[in-house]
């Protein structure tokens, strides 16, 4: 059969009126699309249980075919099969009505048969990306207050579903793409990387990082490298616990008691206790596709949070990026769940050991929300270069000192700065205080800010840059003024004072490079050169930093790796030799996840 | 010990892309002992006829034989073409390899993955798990068969991918195909051993009074004390690996993915998809040639590192191996013996991987022009046919080659004129 879609499901927006009604209304700011909640190997009741589908908000828009929306644009191209898969699904009706193509007609998404309808339809694949990229777009806008753009500098990121027949799926920075590959199990079924939540969402937080800071895919030290890894796995994990409905249903039910006319539905103590949590499906990522490649008691790709803090604190040193990149996804979900676990223990129990189990996923949505916007807050706050995990807990615990800074009911930094030092990741440094956050600018009376004009400052990258050059010298920024130095980015950044009201602060990146040889690497970044390296080696040494400019426009943080910064200069010069990077940066290197995302899955 | 010889002389032979090294250990009586380390080449030198290889190995045969000395031993470092092929015989008995196995040396050594079965004789290090040899030996023949699919795959596009990526897998893919009538005789020219670091090489016998150091490659043991990832997982790897190449490269009869949907063919795509659809057909295949790539570490990583020592001079020859092989003998108790090497083959034919810094640093007689025990380095390679400039993987790799002109009496079969069949560097024992 050639058109082979299924019968179209059309879920109505409910506020819409019917085709023909004259009067206008408001277009409704989000919409509703159904994606596989998770991943396909979450099954509900039993192992062979329904898939859990569900339905996401993301904002509404008019979408091309594709579907092709203001930031993301699906392909359906296949390079294994040679063809492209036609896209038969409307989105909206000729009256402006948003359509749901995939949503069930009887709202059942237990049913079997649909979900395989479904899970046969490239078109649902193309949807499932496109919804699941947008919402994780959202987290980021909401959580950051503002546009978040792509590397590229183009508006829409490409995705393609179903690139190729390979065990892959990666973020290619010079395609702006996110490509999905498929493959087949070993008895003969498919699997599809771009069904996996964890997945789809996984590389979507490359790509948003990538915009945010563009200059974390270079080499650097392995810190960095892992940074992208764990950074993404750490989005994931904790997106998945808003979709309450598929954690309650996942965790599953252990009757109900009934308080009046509402029914309470129960979970057993035993599914809430430290092991059960960190083995349950939630924390690993990737089930179906873990499955097929490394069988194995992780029931996942990779289960990090798993790893003890003594065990963390031997992969905090390895020099093997992978490896590291875990200990900070241990760090974070471990935190997640001492946090849950704290606020489950102030709910009161029912009889028979059992919690209310609305409250306690409520509660696992509230700790994960929290930290989610925590950890993405907290990229305003690194500096550009050279980012190394205790710069990471830095800008994490400033970040939520901002937004929340009165922390004595529920104690976060207090607990993820514990957890983070279990695992190796100290909040320590000449620019932290003793609580860890990042110091304050505290030059602000050397600085000239007369001959600038703030409001232009604000807005445009050479009018700050103008400020920094101004203020280079030794005793206000104190910048190497023989470096050629950038401004890469400007933004807004919007924050709820102490009396409720919103008020406005400028987050500035920018970049230095110095092009040395090897004789000059004791004079200008204060430190002898690695052994191995030549005098007439060729050698670019980076610095960086991020300005936030208060609502009046004074310089508030100053979060910088300088260029003279012996210690740093000579681990990175190092770490580069290690590693035969040396005068082989290429970041545009479409394969640059590609290749750390095949060692991962057993290459 | 016996008294050792008191020189030596290499034959670097000319084969264009390969390896071919006769060495030549001269004694005090005048007698002499020949080892013939790798035979084989992917490419050969641009004015070579269809005879090259014979007429390399009637040379050898002619220098072995001369003066009553014979082909002692023979070593291939590790299965690739460039080390092999010219071991290959042909269906008339004159084919090259007929030519050496005619010479029947009394030693044939390979690396421990070419061992059928756990030897008798094996004395390494206990391995948790008997199938070693066997998982080995199969995961062998599925990087043959990968390499086979890579290439039928890349040619099947070659009209959409740009000239250099189809020729870069072309020639990697090339030079891991299975090259069964080298292997055979290799297995029939002579008794085999089968080496591993620290193990004897039996060579004794046939080269008194010179010492011979295997340094590589590390057994399963010895390699999963300093890795992490254990050396099982990586056999099973390899074993899927044709599979996923056939299902990567559209070959084999695979059912359509989605056999009910409608279809735009890849000629006839729309305008708004044409773009990204170029950089898919592009990254899929660059996927393909970093899976080849993989498998040629691996296999290179299979090469017999040897250091021998002979009167007062250090010879290494590492064949292809790579750092992964070199790091385990780097942080073993037999590394100080690099400190004093005085001539080193170039590994790989100059590829940065296979001369890791690490390595590098430690030769001691590294220096200028002036320093009287200046360490020899010996290459034999060809430009153009491995790697490329732009991601600084060329083979032999620029910034490498400096660094040998600089600090060593550097040679290349490349500086050969047209017609050398070799070029004969001497080195005194004494």
Known sequence: MARGSPRRAIARNAAFPAAGASTKVEPPPTRKLTIVAKDPGLRLGAPDGPMAFTQVDIPAELLGKGPTGYRIKVVDYNATERVAYFDNQDYQRRDGALLDPFAPLDGDFLDRAYQERCIGDPNFHAQNVYAIAMRTLGLFERALGRRVGWSSGGHQLHIAPHAFAQANAFYSEPDRALLFGYFERANGGRVFTCLSHDIVAHETTHALLDGLRSRFTEASGPDQAAFHEGFADIVALLSIFSLEEVVAAAIGEDGAVARGDAKIALVDASKLDKDEILKSIFLGIAKEVGGEIEPGELGALRRSVMIPPERGKVMRTDTDEHARGEVLVAAMLNAFVDLWLARIAQLGEFEGHRYNLAAVVGEGAKVASHLLNMAIRAIDYCPPTDIDFSQ????????????VPDDSEHKYREIIKRGFEAYGIPASGPGCNDDGTWKRFDRNKELTYTRSNYSAMMRNRDELFRFIWENRSEDRLDLDERAYTEVLSIDQVARVGPDGITLYETIGQYTQRLDIFGAEFKSLLGVERPRVMLTTDKFTAFGGGVLVLDQYGQVKY??????????????????????????????????????????RMGA | MANPPVAATIFAYHVGFGDCFLLRFTYADGSRRHLLIDFGTTSLPDDAGADWMRSIARDIRDKCTEGGGALNIVVATHRHADHISGFATAADGKGSGDIIAALKPKLVVQPWTEAPNAPVSWRGPVIKDKHAFAARRNSLDAMHRTAELALQSVYRSRKRLPQALVDEIAFVGEDNLKNLSAIKNLQAMGPNVYVYHGSDTGMAAELPGIDVTVLGPPTLTQTDAIKKQASTSEAEFWMLAPKRMSDAGGLGDAKPLFPGAKTIRGSRLFTEQRWLARRIDQASSELLRSLVRALDNQMNNTSVILLFRAGTKSLLFPGDAQLENWQYALQSKLAPLLDDVDLYKVGHHGSRNATPKSMWKLFTKRGGKKRPDRLTSVMSTKHGKHGCVKKHTEVPRVSLVDALKVESNFHSTEDLAAGELYE?????LT
């Open chain 1, 558 to 599: 100053h979060i910088a790796n300088r260029l003279r910064d012996p210690e740093r200069q000579f681990a990175r010069a190092e770490y580069l030799l290690e590693t035969s990077q040396f005068t082989d940066l290429d970041p545009n290197d479409r394969l640059r996840f590609a290749v750390l995302h095949q060692q």
């Open chain 1, 392 to 403: 990471y807990l830095a800008a994490l615990l400033t970040a939520d000192r901002e937004a």
């Open chain 2, 424 to 428: 004969e560097i001497s080195i005194s």
